[in-house]
Structure formats: structure tokens, C-alpha cells
């Protein structure tokens, strides 16, 4: 039922959806702000009354504490994907289950 609502939502062009970067850094580095390696690129609802702050959950079920939140933005155009194409290699699956 939630991933039908994101695809509804995200085909309307609402900004639902906000990017998230599950990343590698090395022990002892703050995690937001800190440069590293991106892992894994997930999904995530927006906060109830935002349209760029991330919600707690991504679509996966991953904690998004830890996670960076992107700074690219899904346009929500048909065709067009979610995520980043210089990260097209580490989107999770089930996040993109969930979105397309």
C-alpha cells in the first residue's frame, strides 16, 4: 500500500521522495558534513510538512540517522529516474522496488 502512494505521489510531481546516501567513512569521523564513500543510495518519504527534510525510515526500512541526504532532488517526471546516474550502480533494490 505505501509503495503505491509513492509512485502516485511521485508521478503527481510532489516531492515525496527524498534521496539518501548510506556511506562509508572511516571510525571516529562525524557522519554529517564528512566526506566518504557512498555505499548505498535509498529512498526515503519526506517529513511530515517538508519537502527536502528526510523521514525517519527509508523506503527499505533502513534508519536514516546515520545517512547524508542528498542534495539532487528527483524531478518526478515519468521516465526520468530518482536517483542520481552517477550513483546508478548503488541504488537499493528494494528502495527502487518501492518508487517504480
Known amino acids: 500500500m505505501l509503495a503505491r502512494s509513492v509512485r502516485a ?3 503527481r510531481g510532489m516531492s515525496a521522495i527524498v534521496v539518501v546516501y548510506e556511506v562509508d567513512r572511516p571510525p571516529g ?3 554529517h558534513g ?3 564513500t557512498v555505499l ?3 529512498a526515503a518519504p519526506a517529513a511530515p ?3 527536502s527534510a528526510r523521514g525517519p525510515r527509508t523506503f527499505c526500512g533502513k534508519d536514516t540517522f546515520a545517512m547524508d541526504t542528498a ?3 528527483p524531478d518526478g517526471q515519468p521516465g526520468f529516474p530518482w536517483y542520481p546516474l552517477e550513483h546508478a550502480s548503488r541504488v537499493c533494490p528494494a528502495c527502487d522496488e518501492a518508487v517504480a
Open 9 to 11: 505521489a511521485y508521478r
Open 71 to 73: 542534495s539532487w532532488t
Open 49 to 51: 510538512g517538508s519537502t
Open 29 to 31: 569521523v562525524a557522519s
Open 34 to 36: 564528512a566526506e566518504g
Open 40 to 42: 548505498r543510495v535509498h
